[in-house]
């Protein structure tokens, strides 16, 4: 089945499709990571995105059990690849990528030049687009509306038995966030987007905001339950989306990035240090102004842009970059135990 690839600046192009046969419209975002793709897939920071792989081979590994998701099911709106391998070779793999798709009613096509959009949306900022296979739809801009109300958890859940009991605020909250809480032997209790805990007088040690799609100004209620854990000194990490959420409940600015920054490759260096991080991102917003008090804790080495922000004296951190990476590398994971050892102090 053919399928066309629609920019809103008017191009046009044709590719084969592998997924499932429906039309649908979107923000035309491109990643550049070479493996890790039912993590991605499964990232609701990608929802509302066609997203675009620059690897130039796909599904060669298949699909694995969903313990392996980042969430219960496929975020993207729609993918673009330019080889689609629907032959995969992995001792746990469950199913084809065409499959998973099609059973998740998620459109895909085979477009060989992925490289030409890629350069096209770097050179020209990202920029909405569509996927037409069976019928027209009309023009979606995902950062329009608060779409991390779409993604996040609609009812509270607990995990663990640890002393320490960390409040996940889920904005569309990738699993191993929880996971790597979990393993540093803490209690978390994931909420929704919208939940105060301190309206409900919850008695908790720590607030961790997560990673999410969209822009970072649309999640006001965020923002409001943020604010009040500032007030009130308690210790708070952001991820990504938290990382920008931090920064407006502060006092400081966010805005979108020309192309964002989808990889797992991204190199940041901490501040005051020589040291740089290879770490794993998928993000459009940025911090464009730290707010007062805080100084910034890590830039990108490749354009100059905020990676994180940390308060001079009180206990509040937050990084742009996923330091429970699924996929990339690990190297920042180091983050969750200075969060722990800020909160024991």
């Not at 409040?167 to 790597?180: H, P, Q, S, V, Y």
């Amino acid at each position: 089945m053919i399928g066309k690839l629609l920019f809103k600046d008017g191009t046009e192009l044709t590719g084969t499709s592998f997924g499932d046969s429906k039309s649908i419209s979107g923000e035309l975002v491109f990643a550049t990571g070479m493996v890790g793709y039912p993590e991605s897939f499964t990232d609701p920071s990608y929802a509302g995105q066609i997203l675009i792989l620059t690897y130039p081979i796909l599904g060669n590994y298949g699909v694995p059990n969903k313990e392996f998701f980042e969430s219960d099911k496929l975020q993207i709106a729609g993918l673009i690849v330019s080889s689609y391998i629907d032959t995969p070779s992995h001792f746990q793999s469950k199913q084809t990528l065409s499959q998973w798709l099609k059973d998740e009613n998620v459109p895909a096509l085979e477009i060989k030049d992925t490289r030409f959009l890629a350069q096209k949306l770097r050179d020209g900022g990202a920029q909405l687009g569509k996927i037409i296979i069976d019928q027209p739809v009309d023009w979606y801009d995902p950062n329009e509306e608060n779409i991390v109300a779409q993604v996040s958890t609609k009812k509270s859940y607990s995990l663990g038995n640890g002393k320490i009991k960390v409040i996940l605020i889920d904005c569309g909250a990738k699993k191993n966030i929880e996971r790597c809480l979990l393993k540093r032997g803490m209690t978390v209790k994931t909420v929704p987007w919208d939940y105060d805990p301190f309206e409900k007088n919850e008695v908790f040690d720590a607030l961790l905001i997560s990673n999410g799609p969209g822009d970072p100004k649309m999640a006001t209620k965020t923002i409001a339950t943020i604010k009040k854990s500032l007030d009130l000194k308690k210790p708070t990490l952001g991820i990504c989306l938290g990382n920008q959420l931090l920064a407006l409940a502060a006092g400081g600015n966010t805005s979108k990035l020309k192309f964002g920054h989808r990889s797992q490759n991204q190199p940041c260096i901490m501040t005051g240090t020589n040291r740089c991080y290879i770490t794993t991102q998928n993000h459009g917003f940025h911090v464009s102004s730290v707010p007062i008090g805080f100084k910034p804790w890590f830039t990108n080495a490749n354009d100059g842009s905020n990676e994180g922000i940390i308060h001079n004296n009180l206990p509040f951190m937050s990084v742009q970059f996923h330091p429970e990476a699924a996929p990339g590398p690990t190297d920042a994971e180091w983050i969750f135990d200075y969060f722990l050892e800020r909160i024991q102090k």
